[in-house]
């Protein structure tokens, strides 16, 4: 799987610290995974295990201080030139030239996540701005190379001050046809999220929408320059039950017609096997178990993945969250060298407490990091003190 | 729209605030005695100040003597202000216009300063500009205005002689014309040079004196809007469409930072015409402060009670251009609800 050159975004040996005054959490720990053009790979796991640190990580959006890159990469591949950047190196230009062009994210507030005293109009038109002021400008009928600002200089000087005058040339009614671009392109941006009244959102401010419209602005901002892929961190969360469904039909749906590789996170198992591909199972900063979604929700191998689906009610409708398994997360502050789900594991045996189960490669495309899956030799202790490896349960709802 | 309606219904309501601040203000400026004083001279009689009394109408009844007061105050007769030798209503505009500047001037001070090194201090927090803005504020609110009136003097004035008192130079004050009355603003407007330079070297120092504590409390709101408003999602997703840095702090953290504070900066306009008493005693500045002063101590009500009015007009002026700029930074303000 690793060697193949299908691939969009490549998260490799990933760890995210955060300095604290009760000590270094470590949010993410060694933390590796792929997503493929098109495809959808969804993140589970128990609150506060990583999940959007990891997302965040991505665009390189974690605060430093008091978090830090304590390790690995991001890497993000070109689709068309087959070029690789890796996002946490990279100079920042690069970063945020990649940001809302290339990488988009949606957020769990919709609410939290608009400018409270901008003009919808004015935030999706930010975008516009950032990544396609040439375009937009061609559009409007004036030579991004000559632009309307000074004449002689260099182009991509120009460039750049075009791009910091932008809002404020559209503003002066310098060009009112810059206006009219700006504004034709962000009304389709949100006509195509199926807002009925686009022009009228257009000039709303954030409060005067309902949440479920906030969320459709939001998807129709990460979606506006098209990228590559859409990170939605548990985007339907914080919105009532009957508009989930309605959002996640339109994310579905703006990644069939457009091809965009999603990076979901979410509690909520039903969905995974609704929505995605493949499917990744966090625990305490690590990831546990990963593989196609319908195979490991159907044969999980990971005693936590296996907690997780059977604590879901079998009876009734197929809706599930993660439910409670016995126990409690174990602290990320300077945790033990040891399996961090041993404190909560029925198999747990001497090696889990002196052990890091590293991610091993099974058949079918899924990986597990469980010491049942190890080698007694190849870790260099007693046989007796591994966890017995017994064929893994099925479940099946 | 909702603006033009808000502010019809608040001027409206001005006069009637007016009113009762001129009850109060009469009732208690009367409680310290009689205004006699001002119009007689140490060898006249008890009889000739009775009489005196008589013909001003002093030995009415309170009530009475108000109704004769607010009769010259609609007719814009302040009275006679003892400290000028001259009617209220002939100095209070050259006095008002000097207070008027000096504040402005200071509140430009405080407010520029203010909010940008509390968007500093907040942005990078924890950090040295944000200890030096810190350390700075505390310095600021607790400094008194006299003091550290006093401290820059002796260096700027005494040793250096970089800035002189008063307001102006006289002669090149006289050389302009005055359509505002404001005197930087005058100079500006005859484009005289020396007028200018001589406006400004006057007015820095009493401006930067007066602002300063003022500068100190925005500072604080500001840094701590500012470290609130960083962590707000929004702040984070405006990152993630790719904006730079500085469009993300300006455009985003900082506008929205700006509403509780303010605020703070209305309410901080009532603390500088406060501290312009003090900062127009010390730097000479011949204004409303300097003028309230010379009345409070020899007695002179009129005056006194003119410069309560005045003060009270403008402090609930400014507050009423706060209530509209803060419906403006904050989209959710519903005006007079
Ligand atoms: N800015 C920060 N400072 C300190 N610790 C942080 C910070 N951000 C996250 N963490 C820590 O990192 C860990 C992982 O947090 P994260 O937000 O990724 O969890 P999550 O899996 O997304 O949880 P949830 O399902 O509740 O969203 C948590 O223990 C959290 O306390
Ligand atoms: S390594 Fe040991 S403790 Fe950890 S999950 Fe596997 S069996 Fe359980
Ligand atoms: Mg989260």
């Known amino acids: ?397 | 729209m909702q603006v033009k309606q808000y502010l019809i219904r608040r001027l409206a309501l001005l006069p009637l605030i007016m009113l009762g601040v001129s009850v109060i203000v009469f009732t208690l400026t009367r409680f310290t005695g009689s205004p006699v004083g001002i119009y007689a001279t140490p060898n006249m009689t008890p009889d000739e100040v009775a009489a005196l009394e008589e013909r001003y109408g002093l030995d009415e009844p309170i009530p009475v003597q108000y109704a004769y007061w607010l009769g010259g105050l609609l007719r814009g007769d302040l009275g006679w202000s003892g400290v000028s030798v001259a009617p209220v209503t002939d100095v209070i505009g050259l006095k008002m216009a000097a207070t008027l500047e000096l504040a402005l001037f200071a509140a430009l001070v405080a407010i520029i300063g203010g909010i940008a090194l509390g968007t500093i201090a907040g942005v990078r927090r924890n950090k040295a500009p944000d200890h030096a803005a810190r350390f700075f504020s505390i310095l600021g609110a607790s400094t008194p205005t006299f003091w550290f009136g006093l401290l820059l003097l002796i260096p700027f004035y005494l040793w250096l002689d970089w800035f002189p008192l008063g307001r102006s130079t006289p002669e090149i004050f006289d050389s302009i014309g005055h359509p505002t009355g404001l005197y930087t603003v005058d100079a500006a407007i005859s484009l005289n040079p020396t007028a200018i330079w001589d406006s400004i070297r006057h007015i820095i120092l009493p401006a930067v004196v007066l602002g300063f504590g003022s500068m100190a409390i925005i500072v604080r709101m500001m840094r701590s809007s500012m470290v609130e408003t960083m962590s707000e999602e929004y702040v984070d997703a405006a990152r993630a469409k790719g904006l730079p840095e500085k469009l993300v702090i300006k455009r985003h953290a900082r506008r929205n930072a700006l509403v509780p504070t303010a605020t703070v900066i209305g309410l901080s306009f009532g603390f500088l015409l406060q501290g312009a008493v003090a900062v127009e005693l010390i730097f000479r500045w011949p204004g409303l402060g300097q003028w309230v002063t010379g009345a409070i101590l020899s007695g002179d009500q009129a005056t006194i009670m003119a410069y309560v009015l005045v003060t009270s007009l403008i402090f609930m002026l400014v507050n009423l251009a706060v209530d509209i700029a803060y419906a403006y930074l904050d989209r959710r303000v519903v005006l007079g609800s």
């Open chain 1, 1 to 397: 799987m690793m060697n193949s050159d299908d691939w969009l975004l490549r998260v490799e040996d990933l760890s995210v610290h955060f300095r604290t005054p009760r000590g270094v959490v470590q949010a993410v720990d060694h933390v590796s995974f792929e997503v493929k053009p098109k495809e959808t790979l969804a993140l589970v796991g128990e609150t506060g295990c990583g999940k959007s640190v990891t997302a965040r990580s991505i665009m390189k959006l974690v605060p430093e201080p008091p978090g830090e890159y304590a390790s690995g990469a991001v890497l993000l591949r070109n689709l068309k030139t087959g070029a690789v950047t890796d996002m946490l190196s990279a100079p920042m230009d690069q970063v945020r030239a990649t940001r809302g062009d290339r990488i988009a994210m949606i957020f769990q507030d919709p609410g939290k996540a608009l400018n409270p005293s901008l003009t919808i109009g004015r935030q999706l038109a930010e975008v516009f701005g950032e990544h396609r002021a040439a375009m937009l400008l061609t559009q409007a009928g004036i030579d991004p190379e000559k632009g309307p600002i000074g004449s002689g200089s260099i182009a991509s000087q120009r460039a750049g001050v075009l791009r910091r005058n932008f809002f404020h040339l559209t503003r002066r009614g310098h060009s009112r046809a810059i206006r009219a671009a700006v504004d034709d392109a962000v009304m389709s941006a949100l006509s195509d999220t199926g807002i009925p009244n686009p022009r009228k959102v257009m000039s709303s401010y954030p409060h005067e929408l309902s949440g479920g419209m906030k969320q459709r602005v939001m998807i129709a901002q990460a979606l506006a320059c098209d990228p590559d892929l859409l990170i939605a961190d548990e985007p339907t969360t914080a919105l009532d039950v009957t508009i989930q469904a309605r959002i996640l039909d339109l994310i579905n749906d703006m990644q069939q017609r457009r091809g965009t590789a999603i990076l979901y996170i979410t509690h909520d198992l039903s969905l995974v096997r609704q929505f995605a591909d493949r499917l990744a199972v966090m625990y305490a900063g690590r990831i546990v178990e990963s593989g196609p979604a319908l195979e490991v929700l159907k044969s999980p191998q990971h005693p936590y993945t296996q907690g997780l689906l059977a604590a879901i009610p079998r009876a009734g409708t197929p809706r599930g969250k993660l439910a409670a398994i016995a126990g409690s997360v174990p602290q990320l502050i300077d945790p033990p060298a040891q399996c961090h789900f041993s404190s909560r594991c029925t198999w747990c045996a001497e090696a889990c407490t002196s052990h890091i189960p590293k991610l091993i490669h099974m058949p079918g495309d899924r990986d597990v990091a469980c010491l049942r899956f190890e080698q007694a030799d190849s870790i260099g202790v007693d046989p007796s003190d591994m966890p017995s490896h017994v064929a893994s349960a099925e479940v099946v709802s």
